[in-house]
DNA sequence: GATTAGCACTCTCACTTGATGAGTGCTAAC
DNA sequence: GTTAGCACTCATCAAGTGAGAGTGCTAATC
């Protein structure tokens, strides 16, 4: 049972309307601001309608109606319209993620502050890592007699390290072939494979310093590698959503922030999303029953895929801010292109439910 | 003009009443509570005295009493006892600290978890670092022929580390060149000094492909050692804060959130401060006047400092929170003593006055 | 002179009441 | 199918009320 065609422009109407002002909207306003052509009391009808098809709620009897996710969801799929950026943010865009272009953190940094200054929403950018990111080189880098750097780098270019005490000195020369070693042993081969894996003990352990070195190094590695699946998540804008009338009361600010506290647990659900703009709202989402989250990915290369996303409440400006995402991660994907490359990278914009 | 021995129990009374209950404090209360031998109608007239003299607010006419900043001062310096730690609290410290000992970032971490777990605080902790921090060695590595890996290493074992993507491809060799060279050129100087002074020019230039090469990784080895200032810091239970009734209200609560988005700034704040554990209360603090602030410092091999600090409303257990913090700061320095050293690294308890 | 009991006074808080206004849902007329 | 009209519902606001907690003052007491 499809909605005629006033259905869809009443429910666009009240889409609007309660983006705006995040108030119940009823059928008098609705007639007044919108030229429809009918009445408030045909409205009224169509309203109920709707509401009994499920696209609106009502808060109490005589309020005005509020469009539940159903109606986000048909909005978004169906009704809403590409905006064009201000050519304010379009400078601003450019300007700021160009300041820092031969640097991969930094830019990305620059894309989620960006975002939320833009979105008045909280933010997130993550550099290109996925589950699948390989290990390139493992290195120890010596500071003091006891005192050492654990360095893994990943085939995209992540680097994670963590400075290491050792109860007994080490050498120098021991430093070095342990390096080669772990690096012989573990390149190639993903994160979640060496995690889950095996650890290998056969390689040189013909050396009683260098096995004494690796026993002492080896459990700090495993640790420094889940830290590294976690790659480099920026957030920004948290407090942004304080201005929000949604979130006035105190538990559900409270809440909002707790799920950014856990940002292992955030980086996994991100990872685990689709390529492209991809929106789920409300319910579609497991946790965070009452946000919506959009996320978009650009790219490298055209291949290695890195996310940035906003997150907000139900109500949002859908139609602004998947443009000016789409905007963003193009502009990302094309600085992040190696010169001569043609691939677009698939980044097509699919808005699919998750 | 010095309190009586009676008015410091008042005041003492009162503290302890209003830090466990948040609610102002009237004298009928007082004199059911804690036997002072005194009626009401005394300990009214002593509240009063309190009052003229600035130890005590009145939030309005028949409300009870409020400890004023200049109270709690005098309580941090002159009332309070050192507290006992529970045996929990000690086992879960010193299980936790030693989980990870061998690395520096994840012990400092755990400090700062267990800080805001145990006080129901918001802390931070942050890794050996001052503004003073020499440049130990630079390094830079491949990853593939545009993708490098610029890396700074301070004397403490501190490591920055940015991934650069340069227009033009480079050589294995002229990496190594400009590594050494760098090294060379910033070895022994301090952050703050590079920062400042002239950027040198000289070394080594006499090679085409090697000036070029400097010519784009000097700007983000610039911008690299800024972020170096800023060195580890790990913030955690920022939203245990809205807990406390001081932070019911969404603009108090969303103010003290938007201090902490503010790292760099947070950081420079922190690393002024005293060593030792120091208490700043209310107005004491030229930012956050209605928070109180600890913070502590805990030695590496008795010289570096890093610090770890709570932060509350300027109501907080200040005789439980402040043992915490030296018996965490001395597990810490403990824990990072060269085996054979002595030195305890000067952890006096100063509790002064910023 | 210090301490205390007594009492009037002040202020907050929770609760009630009534008026207002926005909005719906139904019915009957167009 | 559309619309006007009207009764009904519900949230919100302001004003009013009583209870409770606490102070500040005064006069009596130790």
Redesign the pocket.
Known sequence: MDLSE?QLQILQAIITDYVENA????????AKKYDL????????????DL?DMGYLT????????VPSDKAYRLYVNELMKKKNLSAKDKRMINDRLSASRDEFDRTIRHAAELLSEITHLASFAMTPATNEETISFIRLLPVDERTLILMIVGESGNVTNTTLRLNVPYTQESLELLSKNMTVSYKGRTLDDVLKGEIIHDVGSDIEALSQLRGSVMPSFLRTLEDMLNVNLYMEGMTNIFNLPEYTSIDRARDFMELFARKDWFTQKMLARDDGVVVTIGEENDTMKDCTLITATYHVDGKLVGKIGVIGPTRMKYDEITSIMEYLTNNLSESFRLPGSTGDGNSGDKKQKK
Do not use: F, K, Q, W
């Open positions: 006033r108030e119940p909207v009823g059928s008098r306003s609705i052509g009918v009445s408030p009391a045909t409205i009224r009808n169509e309203m109920s509401e009502h808060p109490h009897t005589s309020a005005g109606r």
